[in-house]
């Protein structure tokens, strides 16, 4: 399922995934996305692309934005829509 917009990733992750948007879940997602080091990262780009990884990164940013801004502490990176 390619995810185009904000509106359905999140539904995806929320809804049809049942994973809540917190606060410890998006460090850790930003945390991996942004490490290109780490494993499932690199499968990610290798299935998606890294348009769709920096598309991702953005979406988790968009999501820490509207729980009250950086959950902790750590800086935005450039978006990519």
């Known amino acids: 399922m390619a995810l185009k917009s904000y509106e359905d990733w999140k539904h995806c992750i929320t809804q049809l995934c049942g994973i809540p948007l917190t606060g410890p879940f998006i460090d850790q997602r ?5 490490d290109p080091a780490d494993m499932m990262t690199q499968k990610f780009v290798e299935m998606w692309g890294e348009q769709h990884r920096l598309r991702v990164i953005g979406w988790f940013e968009q999501a820490q934005q509207e ?8 800086a935005p990176s450039g978006r990519a829509n």
């Open 30 to 34: 930003l945390a991996a996305l942004r």
């Open 67 to 74: 729980m009250g801004g950086t959950t902790t502490g750590s």
